[in-house]
């Protein structure tokens, strides 16, 4: 029986604001998964683009969206997507996204955890996984806790 490489542990990260993220994200493997809890503001998705561009441009795979207006982010990771993919010609570029929004935080950080992982074409043993909270320490809090269960309860 082929034995499975176990996932790496979910970092968590408190951020004050939107524009801390892509500097505040470590860059030491080829991919990474995040999961970010952020209530997005009302603003033009080309703003919402800028945000997130840094990270697909430097190998965001997988990315789940949890607060208000969240589809709101996650729309604007997949144009980030479609944008590269029409600069380079090329439509090889595979990264899933969700969206939480009728979701509690703790279930949609599990399923971050459980089923956010990079599809098959990237290196499975080659990512990281991060979950931001922006602007609201208590949300990372609640993160740390429900990450730091699942890490302390594998089997489960």
Excluded at 82 to 108: C, F, K, Q, R
């Amino acid at each position: 029986m082929t034995k499975l490489t176990p996932l790496p542990n979910v970092q968590v990260l408190s951020i004050d604001s939107i524009d801390e993220l892509a500097k505040r994200i470590p860059h030491f493997h080829r991919y990474f998964t995040l999961f970010l809890a952020w209530d997005t503001p009302d603003i033009k998705e080309g703003k919402l683009m800028d945000i997130f561009r840094p990270l697909v441009n430097r190998g965001l795979a997988y990315f789940c969206a949890w607060g208000a207006r969240c589809e709101d982010a996650h729309d604007a990771v997949d144009m980030c997507v479609v944008e590269s993919e029409i600069e380079s010609g090329e439509s090889d570029h595979l990264l899933m996204t969700t969206w939480h929004s009728d979701e509690p935080l703790e279930e949609a950080l599990s399923f971050f955890e459980t089923l956010a992982i990079p599809a098959e074409n990237q290196v499975f043993d080659d990512f990281e996984r991060f979950a931001v909270s922006v602007g609201n320490p208590t949300w990372a809090t609640e993160m740390e806790r429900v990450v730091s269960a699942v890490e302390r309860n594998p089997d489960d």
